[in-house]
């Protein structure tokens, strides 16, 4: 067997429905796909057992090379404030602000994940007067630029992936994470807004069996 492709799942500002979301997976199931994918997922807020000393011994195990990270995976916008410090957000027990375990991170995984439209774009998060200074990863709203700025490649080439959706569909996250896994997916296989084009390129009501009034714009004068 290959070796296995090792993802890390990191939360930041947001409620978390993500997580839930993909749990909700069918067919297979959150835990079916990892497997069938050879996908180890190193932690999981939610979902791991590692105590915070194992976790942060495994984030330096990361920085320091000695740990192979494939897939860094963020769900929650990133909090920079207040005054672009982060420290509205502490990564528990490191007294480092999340924003900067992020950028470093980053530059090690093989590619870096935004999963739900807060990770992606700021989301819900940083709406109103976002005194949070929230952000996405690689987009303030439909502003590239975001934490890591609008020309950051991962080591792999690629920018950060964007699974938006508030929350995101299951499907659509671990049909990604199979394709990242697969080394299927390229930069072709992303929107301009850098999405799988896999979910993106067609809409739900292109299955309707009425589509084609839709289409040929024959609606209905009466009900």
């Given at each position: 067997m290959s070796k296995a492709f090792n993802i890390l799942w990191l939360q930041s500002g947001g409620c978390g429905g993500c997580s839930m979301s993909v749990l909700n997976a069918e067919?297979?199931?959150?835990?079916?796909?990892?497997?069938?994918?050879?996908?180890?997922?190193?932690?999981h807020p939610s979902l791991s057992e590692a105590s915070t000393e194992e976790f942060l011994t495994l984030v330096q195990t990361i920085e320091n090379d000695e740990t192979q990270l494939h897939a860094l995976c963020l769900e929650g916008s990133v909090?920079?404030?207040?005054?672009?410090?982060?420290?509205?957000?502490?990564?528990?027990?490191?007294?480092?602000?999340?924003?900067?375990?992020l950028k470093s991170l980053s530059e090690k995984a093989s590619y870096?994940?935004?999963?739900?439209?807060?990770?992606?774009?700021?989301?819900?998060?940083?709406?109103?007067?976002?005194?949070?200074?929230?952000?996405?990863?690689?987009?303030?709203g439909s502003q590239a630029g975001g934490l890591l700025?609008?020309?950051?490649?991962?080591?792999?080439?690629?920018?950060?992936?964007n699974?938006?959706?508030?929350?995101?569909?299951?499907?659509w996250v671990l049909e990604t994470l199979a394709q990242l896994a697969a080394n299927e997916l390229n930069h072709k296989s992303l929107d301009s807004l850098h999405r799988p084009r896999n979910y993106t390129d067609h809409l739900v009501h292109h299955g309707c069996t009425r589509?084609?009034?839709?289409?040929?714009?024959a609606s209905a004068e009466h009900p």
């Open positions: 067919s297979p199931d959150f835990y079916q796909s990892l497997q069938f994918n050879n996908i180890n997922l190193l932690w909090m920079q404030g207040p005054n672009g410090s982060g420290r509205f957000h502490m990564l528990a027990g490191s007294g480092r602000p999340m924003q900067d375990v870096t994940v935004a999963i739900g439209t807060c990770a992606a774009y700021g989301g819900i998060t940083m709406s109103g007067a976002n005194p949070g200074e929230a952000c996405g990863l690689q987009y303030e700025g609008k020309d950051w490649l991962s080591p792999a080439g690629l920018p950060v992936i699974i938006a959706g508030c929350p995101t569909h299951p499907s589509n084609e009034y839709y289409e040929f714009k």
